[in-house]
């Protein structure tokens, strides 16, 4: 009964700004490895950002280093990705990752920049 929602996603023009978030039931982020992956039809996955339960380390795919900050609230059992400076390249379904034992996903949420 594991379960991730992702939103936060839109249309926003080269430049701006999104935030998105993922919150979970069924386990509790604290306790775990949580990701955010980037898919665009044709290319591979990315992962995008990673943040562990333990000391709060973070992680940044380099062509986001700079521009997208991942945080955790553990009150609100909710993972963020705050994505300023965006480019088109940017533009991608973004998926959010849970791993303990194993791994979840959830639905995506798309993300689109353009002018």
């Known amino acids: 009964q594991v379960q991730l929602v992702e939103s936060g996603g839109g249309l926003v023009q080269p430049g701006g700004s999104l935030s998105l978030s993922c919150v979970a039931s069924g386990l509790t982020f604290s306790r775990s490895v949580v990701k955010w992956y980037r898919q665009t039809p044709g290319k591979e996955r990315e992962l995008v950002a990673s943040i562990r339960g333990t000391g709060d380390t973070t992680t940044y795919a380099d062509s986001v280093k700079g521009r997208f900050t991942i945080s955790r609230d553990s009150t609100k059992n909710t993972v963020y990705l705050q994505m300023n400076s965006l480019k088109p390249e940017d533009t991608a379904v973004y998926y959010c990752?849970?791993?303990?034992?194993?791994?979840?996903w959830g639905q995506g949420t798309q993300v689109t920049v353009s002018s």
């Open positions: 990752n849970a791993v303990l034992l194993t791994s979840y």
